[in-house]
Nanobody, 125 residues
Framework: QVQLAESGGGLVQPGGSLRLSCAAS????????IGWFRQASWQEREGVAC????????YYDNGVLGRFTISRGDDKQTVFLQMNRLTPEDTAVYFC??????????????????WGQGTQVTVSS
């Protein structure tokens, strides 16, 4: 059974950092395209970062470029989202998802195969 499980969320002060983990099971995650999304209250879910199953091609939304880093774990079944210089505008529930396509090109956020359950990130002083 294909499953994704996020962890690592929590409360952090502005300017702080968090590392989210997405643990995959039921499929070979190292060759899969995995995306990170977030959904703030009363807003639509948005894709913020994606790592391709092929060639490790990576996409970042402009709002997180230079602050967030997506990467794969050595265990081949985990994808991380390192988030630095967090601001209150980053407060949201963060989800990881398996993406059907092999590259994180335009529109990858509309091609989700499986969602995780989400983890809450709150940036506040």
């Amino acid at each position: 059974q294909v499953q994704l499980a996020e962890s690592g969320g929590g409360l952090v002060q502005p300017g702080g950092s968090l590392r989210l983990s997405c643990a995959a099971s039921g499929f070979f995650a190292d060759s899969a395209t995995i995306g990170w999304f977030r959904q703030a209250s009363w807003q639509e879910r948005e894709g913020v970062a994606c790592i391709s199953g092929r060639e490790d091609y990576i996409y970042y939304d402009n709002g997180v470029l230079g602050r967030f880093t997506i990467s794969r774990g050595d265990d081949k079944q985990t994808v991380f989202l390192q988030m630095n210089r967090l601001t209150p505008e980053d407060t949201a529930v963060y989800f990881c998802a398996r993406i059907r396509r092999s590259l994180c090109l335009e529109g990858w956020w509309d091609d989700v195969d499986t969602w995780g359950q989400g983890t809450q990130v709150t940036v506040s002083s």
